[in-house]
């Protein structure tokens, strides 16, 4: 482990390439379905495979796709693009090259917002954001000789979003990540699953002196699959590169892979040389051009962004940034609180039972808010009999929610009558309970009257267990100070 003394020596520099399949039903060139999880080599066909004779088409969607994510980056459309073939051998690769943007990637600069762990909100520069297809799958199992190959994925659209060598913290770099994906979705332009590999990134991690004027040697680490992965890897990446120029041994430049059981990354093949790709224009693939027209009906179908929700939520339903941050963590459940807010004036209360009951709900049954069986009405409903005191937060949370969420169409008033679950305001009930609990509790209110106040939470749960969850708690809290306080008195 190097000294933090050691550490401050040194200035890391990393760069992101994100890759984000499209939601295209069909593959960027042909006609082969582009969907997750079909059994190996089924979404397959002749152009898939690079039959002899085949030709590519460009799937429209991909480009229009690309645009929109370009637009929520700041980043300059290209209004003339081509198609590059970019030449290299996988096994996954059955054309022996690959089809992506070099020269003209249709979007060019712009940034992401992302804000770093000091609370501090920094632009991260973009160098470009370009179309291209992906390969195949390499399978290697565990004690078997061969290898398979699994060309689904193989011409599936992405989009590799590169950054600009401009992070400095593996922490930022998490939160990049995770911003892009946050993006991705709300633009419908990829579903951020990446446990199935729908968005996954690599890492250039450098590091150099802090007086230094170059950048040092940079090593690449391929295909991670969380934030805590990435995270992880470059951490790893910065201390051996650290501890390799301490020892006054090179770091060599290479690409190198992430271990998720050890956090350690090991070499995979060495990049000393420049690869030659040979790049040229693909001839089978005509310029593109966006026209004014494309660019414009593109740009009004843009979705409201997660940062201007979040201003809205601060300024107009005057939450915590915290709150306003957590509720655009999805677009469905940003969309579900304005759907709240437009039904009653309880914003808070509203924040406050999608963070907590409802999340609680989600989680406990996996799924995400476009799967809650809860309307809007009916949970604004709910909201509003607790505003109102008409029922306890505790006996609505405990009682009434999991039935609502049960049966969604519940007469929830009408049900809670029945039950008899209707908070009680009236005085002298909850003081005869006050009364009863004093008199069972006589060492403790001795111990309220010796200055040990905090008990009063002791007194409170007997009060709300007795009365069954009916009693206004705010009121029996202020009857319950007030009679111990006569107790005292005399």
């Not at 206004?472 to 306080?485: C, G, I, S």
Request: net charge negative; hydrophobic share 40%.
């Amino acid at each position: 482990m190097i000294t933090e003394s050691i550490r401050e020596k040194y200035t890391v520099v990393i760069g992101l390439e994100v890759h984000a399949q499209l939601l295209t039903k069909s593959k960027i060139f042909n006609s082969d379905e582009s969907e997750y999880g079909g059994a190996p080599n089924t979404h397959v066909g002749v152009i898939t495979l690079a039959h002899p004779g085949t030709l590519p088409r460009l799937n429209r969607l991909a480009i229009e796709q690309a645009i929109k994510m370009g637009l929520a980056c700041h980043s300059e459309i290209s209004r003339f693009q081509i198609f590059d073939r970019k030449n290299y051998f996988y096994p996954d690769l059955p054309k022996g090259y690959q089809i992506t943007q070099d020269r003209t990637p249709i979007c060019k600069g712009g940034y992401v917002s992302i804000k770093t762990k000091e609370g501090k909100r920094i632009d991260i520069a973009l160098n470009r954001i370009h179309l291209e297809e992906d390969a195949g799958k390499s399978i290697h199992l565990e004690n078997e000789l061969d290898t398979l190959v699994d060309f689904n994925r193989a011409g599936v659209g992405l989009i590799e979003i590169v950054t600009e060598p401009v992070i400095r913290t593996s922490e930022d770099a998490a939160t990049l990540l995770a911003e892009i994906r946050k993006l991705v979705r709300y633009l419908d332009v990829c579903d951020g699953n990446m446990e199935e590999g729908s968005l996954r990134c690599d890492a250039n991690v450098s590091v150099m002196l802090c007086e230094a004027k170059e950048f040092g040697k940079k090593v690449e680490v391929k295909n991670m699959n969380s934030f805590r992965h990435v995270q992880r890897a470059i951490d790893h990446e910065v201390e051996r590169q650290i501890e390799l120029i301490e020892k006054g041994e090179p770091v060599i430049s290479e690409t190198r892979t992430f271990n998720i059981n050890d956090g350690k990354t090991y070499a995979m093949r060495t990049k000393e040389e420049l690869n030659d790709y040979r790049y040229f224009p693909d001839p089978d693939l005509s310029p593109v051009v966006i026209s004014n027209e494309l660019l414009g009906r593109i740009k009004s179908m843009m979705p409201t962004l997660p940062q201007a929700l979040v201003d809205k939520f601060v300024s107009h339903y005057q939450l915590t940034e915290y709150d306003a941050l957590l509720l655009t963590e999805a677009k469905e459940m940003a969309a579900f609180f304005e759907a709240l807010c437009a039904l009653n004036t309880l914003h808070k209360e509203n924040a406050n039972w999608l963070m907590g009951p409802v999340k609680s709900f989600l989680n406990e049954n996996n799924i995400d808010i476009a799967a809650f069986p809860v309307s809007a009405d009916k949970l604004s409903e709910l909201i509003s009999l607790v505003h109102k005191k008409q029922l306890s937060y505790s006996i609505a949370v405990q009682r009434i929610f999991p039935l609502l969420a049960a049966s969604p169409q519940l007469d929830i008033l009408s049900h809670a009558k029945e039950l008899n679950l209707l908070q009680v305001n009236n005085d002298d009930f909850i003081i005869n309970i006050i009364g009863a609990v004093i008199i069972d509790f006589p060492e403790k209110v001795e111990e309220y009257q010796n200055g040990k106040k905090g008990i009063i939470t002791m007194f409170m749960g007997e009060v709300m267990k007795r009365s069954k969850g009916k009693a206004d708690p705010k009121a029996a809290n202020e009857l319950l100070v007030k009679k111990l306080n006569e107790i005292v008195i005399r």
